[in-house]
Nanobody, 115 residues
Framework: QVQLVESGGGLVQAGGSQRLSCAASGSIFRISAMSWYRQAPGKQRELVSAITSGGSTNYADSVKDRFTISRDNAKNTVYLQMNSLKPEDTAVYYC?????????WGQGTQVTVSS
């Protein structure tokens, strides 16, 4: 059973930075694709960024040049560095692990950006 635990959320002012972390249990992390999603109140969950097992990354247009995803296979952890935060980045951020056709989700961490 894979467990994902996010951390690093909280309240930040517009223009500020925050780093989210997601630690995965088990030994499959290094072969898994990892992603960050977010869900704002009244909106659908959306993909923010993803990183493959080989390190290739992609980003939603709304966060390009502001957010950076990275992974540390030795620590079974994926990160999301968020810079130049905007009020519209306010959401619950979820970590996702994809492997062998299955999806695993973390519990989510709230990020609130004040104007």
């Amino acid at each position: 059973q894979v467990q994902l635990v996010e951390s690093g959320g909280g309240l930040v002012q517009a223009g500020g930075s925050q780093r989210l972390s997601c630690a995965a249990s088990g030994s499959i992390f290094r072969i898994s694709a990892m992603s960050w999603y977010r869900q704002a109140p009244g909106k659908q969950r959306e993909l923010v960024s993803a990183i493959t097992s080989g390190g290739s990354t992609n980003y939603a247009d709304s966060v390009k040049d502001r957010f950076t995803i990275s992974r540390d296979n030795a620590k079974n952890t994926v990160y999301l560095q968020m810079n130049s935060l905007k009020p519209e980045d306010t959401a619950v951020y979820y970590c996702n692990l994809k492997v062998w056709g299955k999806d695993y989700w973390g519990q989510g961490t709230q990020v609130t950006v004040s104007s």
